[in-house]
């Protein structure tokens, strides 16, 4: 019975308690109590509400009845029908919310049974993940995290999914310091994202995020540019910086074409350093890719790059194609086509990951990636979020924001 | 016949069930007189008559159409619950086999009285003769211009469509038929807001069993208070009571309520099966609690007679078991069916039923512990009030009407790892 | 499904203008009529002639117990074993019916000739047992009409 004026609710009266404790055991009557082994084990409700409402071992002397383990929902989500306690969420999810229709409750009673839609509707749906966080039992789970850490390893912090202008709030989770991996082997895994979830943000995002978002460990654990190059030789990076300050102070019409992953604080300080040095150019960092949702009327939208709004609010309006008289064009960021580029002007490119570019221009520097600092996004709608830090620079690298006020000044002495 | 017939007062003959038929014994002249009537007017009568609904909750029919208020250019429909599937009950399959055109009369006349424009009549789909029955009647009531353009001398319209259900027995509960006629899978739904305000397709909907909207054309001929002159002054009017089990002579009667339910059984019934001794009986469906013969004796067919008794006469489905018979077996048969019916949507019920059917069947197989009873009792009492339509409810309330009644057989089968009754359901000669 | 299309036309005339879902369920009653069960090809034109979801159509046959997605044999004897029929002796029918045609229940015969299923109440308590071939039922059912039945429709004859 939905709540209405004037209803008094009894949330605690013995009746009440006693039916609660008489459904928690309903619920947990087939569902097997596999919590040392299960990637849900410490943040399932299941668990909680047991500890909570019925704390008492099983009093039935039944065996479990056994369902299909292991079912392959879609290439991204596992299903477990044994751990499934039938609420239906992700089906109603895909009904009300993604639109997918992507999953359904087949049969009926106790066997009945979560299974996709046979035209795999589910496997399309751009929201698919989000059935991984209503599951309140470990019966979804996703593959790319299966069996990677126990929850309890690891620690979120609160972000915003640079995957389009949307900018969804999220929370990046990653190991604890007390919990790093030892083994060499491993180790690799200390300093990447493990998972990611949406953090519920009424004005941006509600409690949902598209799967680009919980691709993020992907798209930022890409391999990173790790030094400093002078035309594609290793260069030290203080010579590097001292060179870009020459180039940049040399240049009769020098250009920054600037990046839209850029947060509000850099794009504040590169102004304040170089704004009224440089002619703005403000680039598309990333563009949608082949198989993608351009744009939907949940949450993605077109812009695939998380600030172009903050740079337009930092910078004002900013040209869109390099002049053909530039003789220094300073790039920061990815996705910019060097053919743009005047044959004789010098480049001094910024960028976090390795990519064959860096190795053409005259100078290339190495920054850190969102990951790595703290700073806020300005949404399409004006929205402005905040991310936090999850992990320390690696050597070697420099913060843009850091930067820019060491590219300011005259001659290569320093 | 146990008292004054009001639906089945003709003879059946093989073409009793026809238009033509039908319109001899003065059918659809009732339809005539409301669509002079108000149709406020007809409501009020039907809230006078008193007329209880048939389908087993007793509810006041001229209530359930209370809540529905006609508004003339809103939507509206009527259902009639054909969806006979509590076991032991089969009487509006007499009503949609013999008196087809009745239910017609009714649903037009029901109809009018409240706005509607389009109605369903809901029959499971195994029903194949009744099936052929009331869609023939409402296809002839087609070609004869009652139904699908204005009836002739009104402005009144009405398209009826006999949907058919594919075997499941929550479409027999009307927010399950609801769902199922909306196209997908039956699940009961929360109330409020009551199907009276959002119904199919979230648009105002009654729902009457058909027996319930059978007796409609009578209350408009006859008018409430001649109506209320059968019956009792607390159930006025008859009721269809299917009876079969241990009875020398099943079928359907039409039993004046107020009737007594000894006689009923010993001579309108013919007393039980091969002379044997009557154990007990379900009084309207398998929902009922049981009552055994003394329990009985002096009751009367009646809502107020039978509910102090601690059971009620719900859908009319009444079962009667002889001597010898093994409760526990016929537990096991119920509980089999409520793990087959429930739907899924609850907790309690979905993991309930099969739970009980699981521990009932490893009593029969002699591995039953001492503790079974107790956890068969408490599940049926973590049932009682928690899912969302009363499939739950009633087969706790089954449960316990056994349990209650003949733990000693249950006990004896735990402790012995055998019947006590050898195990029998049949009453052989 | 398509050939049937005219069919459902028609009777959607008698249905409200909107209802394209609700007639989900009896053109699945009329493709099963018509086949002898649905199948995938079915479905797919059903979605896209009632512009519904696949899974909408997919749980609603995975639900109702009538409807099914494989052949059956020729003739379904469906025996009812709730508890009226119980009462009355369906448990020797059943067991009857086994040893006859040496199928268990939900299995059909080598020759394809039949299929034995049990059923819930079939609402005919008061006639019991009752079984039904096919679509008919046939009432108070004993072991000697049961022979009698099982040899008339090994010989080929009608089938209700």
Request: hydrophobic content about 40%; glycine content about 10%.
């Amino acid at each position: 019975m939905p709540a209405a004026d004037g209803m008094v609710v009894f949330t605690a009266s013995d009746k009440v308690k006693a039916r609660r404790k008489a459904t928690m055991e309903f619920i947990t009557l087939n569902h097997p109590v596999d919590c040392g082994i299960c990637d849900k084990a410490g943040e399932c409700t299941l668990q909680d509400y047991h500890f909570e409402y019925n704390g008492g071992a099983s009093v039935s002397r039944d065996a479990k009845t056994h369902a299909t383990k292991h079912f392959d929902l879609s290439d991204r989500i596992v299903l477990d029908n044994e751990r499934c306690i039938q609420c239906t969420r992700c089906v109603r999810f895909t009904r009300e919310i993604s639109k997918s229709n992507g999953l359904g409750m087949l049969d009926r009673g106790d066997h009945s049974i979560v299974r996709p839609s046979a035209d795999g509707s589910f496997a399309k749906d751009a929201y698919s993940d989000n059935v991984i966080d209503l599951c309140p039992v470990g019966a979804l789970l996703a593959k790319d995290f299966l069996h990677k850490a126990r929850v309890w390893y690891l620690k979120a912090t609160p972000s915003v999914c640079p995957g389009c202008e949307r900018g969804c709030g999220v929370n990046l989770w990653h190991r604890k310091d007390e919990w790093m991996l030892r083994s060499p082997r491993q180790a690799a895994r200390n300093d990447g994202l493990d998972r990611v979830t949406p953090i519920e943000n009424p004005a941006v995002n509600g409690p949902w995020v598209c799967n680009k978002a919980r691709d993020l460990p992907k798209l930022l654990g890409r391999v990173r540019a790790a030094g400093a190059l002078f035309k594609g030789a290793p260069a030290p990076l203080e010579a590097a910086v001292l060179e870009a300050r020459a180039l940049i102070a040399e240049a009769k019409r020098p250009v920054a074409v600037v990046s839209s992953w850029a947060s509000n604080e850099e794009l504040a300080a590169f102004k304040a350093a170089l704004g009224g040095r440089l002619a703005l150019v403000a680039k598309r960092d990333h563009e949608p890719q082949p198989g993608e949702v351009v744009q939907d009327d949940l949450l993605i939208r077109a812009d695939k790059n998380p600030n172009a709004a903050g740079v337009r609010a930092v910078l004002g309006e900013c040209g869109t194609e390099v002049p053909k008289d530039a003789d220094l064009v300073l790039v920061w960021g990815e996705g910019f086509d060097f053919r743009a580029v005047p044959a004789s002007a010098k480049i001094v490119f910024l960028n976090a990951f390795l990519a064959p570019e860096n190795g053409h221009a005259d100078v290339f520097l190495p920054v850190s990636i969102q990951t790595e600092r703290s700073g806020h996004y300005t949404n399409f709608a004006g929205v402005t979020s905040r991310f936090e830090r999850c992990f320390a620079l690696p050597p070697g690298v420099l913060h843009a924001e850091d930067l820019f006020g060491s590219l300011v000044g005259n001659g290569r002495g320093a | 016949m146990p008292g004054r017939q009001l639906i089945m007062d003709f003879e059946v003959t093989p073409t009793s069930h026809t238009l033509a038929d039908y319109k001899a014994r003065g059918g659809y002249e009732t339809l005539v007189k409301a669509l002079g009537m108000a149709p406020a007017d007809i409501t009020k009568e039907v809230t006078a008559s008193g007329l209880l609904g048939h389908g087993g909750a007793a509810f006041p029919v001229g209530r359930k159409w209370g809540v529905m208020k006609p508004n003339p250019g809103e939507i509206h429909y009527l259902c009639a619950n054909a969806d006979e599937g509590e076991p032991g009950t089969f009487k509006d399959r007499w009503i949609l086999e013999h008196a087809p055109h009745l239910l017609v009369e009714s649903m037009l006349i029901t109809s009018y009285a409240l706005g509607v424009r389009h109605a369903f009549v809901y029959i499971r789909g195994e029903f194949d003769l009744p099936c052929r029955r009331i869609q023939g009647a409402v296809d002839e009531a087609y070609a004869a211009g009652l139904l699908g353009k204005p009836v002739p001398g009104s402005d009144f319209t009405l398209d009826i469509v006999v949907y058919r259900g594919a075997g499941s027995y929550v479409c027999g509960e009307a927010s399950g038929l609801i769902t199922s006629i909306e196209g997908r899978k039956p699940y009961p739904r929360n109330r409020p807001p009551r199907l009276t305000v959002k119904g199919l397709f979230q648009k105002p909907t009654v729902i009457n069993n058909v027996e319930s909207l059978a007796n409609i054309t009578g209350i408009i001929r006859m008018g409430a208070e001649e109506f209320r002159k059968v019956g009792t002054a607390k159930s006025p009017g008859t009721q269809l009571i299917s009876i079969s089990g241990h009875i020398a002579k099943p079928g359907v009667y039409e039993v004046e309520y107020g009737y007594s339910w000894a006689k009923f059984l010993d001579e309108d019934c013919g007393g039980m099966l091969h002379g044997a001794k009557m154990k007990c009986v379900v009084p309207g469906g398998i929902s009922t609690k049981v009552l055994t013969r003394p329990e009985i004796e002096n009751l009367t067919l009646s809502h107020e007679s039978v509910n102090p008794a601690g059971s009620g006469l719900g859908s009319g489905g009444m079962i009667v078991i002889a001597e010898g018979t093994c409760m526990v077996r016929l537990l096991q048969v119920l509980l089999r069916f409520y793990h087959h019916e429930s739907c899924g949507q609850c907790t309690p019920c979905r993991e309930g039923m099969g739970w009980m059917h699981r521990i009932i069947d490893r009593i029969v197989a002699g591995e039953g512990l001492p503790e079974d009873i107790e956890r068969l009792y408490a599940i049926s009492h973590a049932n009682d009030g928690t899912t969302i339509c009363g499939m739950g409810d009633a087969a706790g309330f089954a449960t316990v009407g056994i349990l209650n009644k003949f733990r000693d057989e249950f006990e004896y089968w735990i402790a012995n790892k055998r019947s006590k009754m050898d195990g029998r359901l049949e009453c052989r000669a | 499904m398509r050939h049937l299309i005219p069919e459902f036309e028609r009777m959607k005339e008698r249905f409200p203008e909107g209802f394209d879902s609700s007639l989900v369920l009896p053109c699945l009653h009329r493709i099963q009529a018509d086949r002898g069960y649905v199948a995938e090809e079915d479905i797919v034109g059903l979605c896209e002639y009632l512009s519904v979801p696949r899974i909408q159509v997919e749980e609603v046959l995975s639900y109702y117990t009538m409807l099914r997605r494989e052949g059956i044999g020729k003739t379904h004897l469906q025996v009812c074993r709730n508890i009226a029929c119980s009462m009355r002796g369906a448990e020797g029918v059943i067991e009857h019916a086994c040893k006859r045609l040496g199928v268990k229940p939900g299995e059909t015969t080598a020759d394809g000739k039949f299929t034995l299923s049990t059923v819930e109440c079939l609402g005919s308590c008061g006639t019991a047992p009752v079984l039904m071939v096919n679509d008919a039922y046939h009432e108070n059912m004993t072991l000697e009409k049961l022979d009698a039945l099982i040899a008339d429709l090994s010989a080929g004859g009608g089938n209700s």
